[in-house]
């Protein structure tokens, strides 16, 4: 899979730009804030319907414009497709796949495989467990739909039970009403914690290898999925116990509790938790490996690679460890953002000046 062009339009610091990249490793190189990021923000935009970056669509837009344009066009093992996103200055978003209107997201998800990596997302270990769900639920919807539609549906009901609770009523009607919701989170949540453990399983060992290679080292990496939910038996009806079980406390707190939603990723260097103990270089080195892990996962999902972004990771790299990592990615698309590129690997370059390619 390879994006060809893209072209953007009064998108962030870019007027109308085309460009049109190659197959392997494109570079845009250019000084801090000229509008390399903006544009691997926009093929992440493309595959995932939202930004890296924020969650105000209107931000997207160029200052004093009322709306924006992202085009792509995407080769893929098979066929051609185009994606096309509008954002107008009252947040709406309007996507054409193939020049033809899409209503539901779900029909965008699997068009473009993206993975991004930035040296901000070492947050995956070091913050919430907030981050390490995303992390999750990206890397499996953009793979599998059924997934997609499963946590959707999940957050659905979980926000209508939370309205409910918020309300503090306790009659009887009201728990009849929580009977219902908590029987459709157990139903939707088994699902969620069968894919996330299977998907943890595959990427811990992906993780592990690819960490070796990074750091030079015989580290041991594992991961392993965190839960309050007992995985022994029928996880449906164990969690549907442990939501009735946690209701009355729900009520006070005027939220759900417990389910996927509050799930975590357990991160294990050389036995300890990676989140407590690991310097701040393995964690860097730890969640890179993870999101090219993720990059395999894909790939024997699909038949084919996601594309690459890769944005200012050179700079947290000696000479060396830069070359690995790009040697490692030899057959996938790579789109890099560097203040200046100076590894003996063939690339594309692509000079990027206050929202131009010059």
């Known amino acids: 899979m390879i994006v060809k062009s893209i072209q953007l339009k009064n998108f962030r610091n870019y007027k109308d730009q085309i460009l049109n990249l190659d197959p392997g490793l494109n570079v845009l190189v250019g000084d801090n804030a000229e509008g390399k990021t903006n544009m691997l923000e926009s093929i992440y935009f493309c595959a995932n319907f939202s930004s890296p970056r924020t969650t105000n669509d209107k931000e997207m837009i160029r200052f004093n414009q009322d709306h924006a344009i992202v085009k792509l066009v995407i080769k893929k093992k098979y066929r051609d497709n185009s994606i096309k996103i509008k954002i107008d200055s009252h947040k709406k978003k309007y996507v054409l796949v193939d020049d033809i209107p899409i209503n539901r997201v779900a ?41 997609f539609r499963a946590l959707n549906d999940y957050r659905k009901i979980l926000a209508n039970k939370n309205n409910l609770l918020k309300k503090g009523l306790t009659t009887d009607q009201v728990d009849t009403m929580l009977d219902v919701y908590d029987a459709q989170l157990a139903k939707e949540g088994e699902f969620i914690i069968n894919k996330r453990m299977s998907f943890l399983n595959v990427l811990s060992n992906y993780s592990n290898r690819a960490n070796e290679k990074l750091s030079e080292s015989e580290e041991t990496l594992s991961l392993e999925y965190e839960t309050n939910i007992s995985l022994e038996g029928n996880i449906q009806t164990n969690l549907y116990d442990s939501l009735v079980k946690a209701r009355e406390k729900d009520k006070q707190l005027g939220y759900t509790s417990v389910g996927p939603h509050r799930d975590d990723i357990k991160i294990i260097l050389n036995g300890n938790d990676a989140r407590k103990f690991a310097s701040q270089g393995q964690q860097r080195s730890i969640t890179l490996a993870m999101k090219l892990a993720s990059l395999y996962i894909y790939r024997n999902e699909t038949g084919e690679f996601p594309v690459l972004l890769l944005d200012d990771v050179l700079s947290e790299l000696d000479l060396k460890r830069q070359k690995i990592l790009l040697d490692m990615l030899k057959d996938i698309q790579i789109i890099l953002t560097c203040t200046h590129y100076n590894i003996d690997v063939p690339a594309k370059i692509i000079n990027i000046k206050d929202g131009k390619v010059v």
């Open 107 to 147: 029909e965008l998800m699997g068009v473009l495989g993206v993975v991004f990596f930035s040296p901000q997302e070492i947050k995956l270990i070091q913050e919430s467990p907030d981050d390490r769900r995303k992390f999750l639920n990206i890397a499996l919807s953009q793979q599998d739909k059924t997934y």
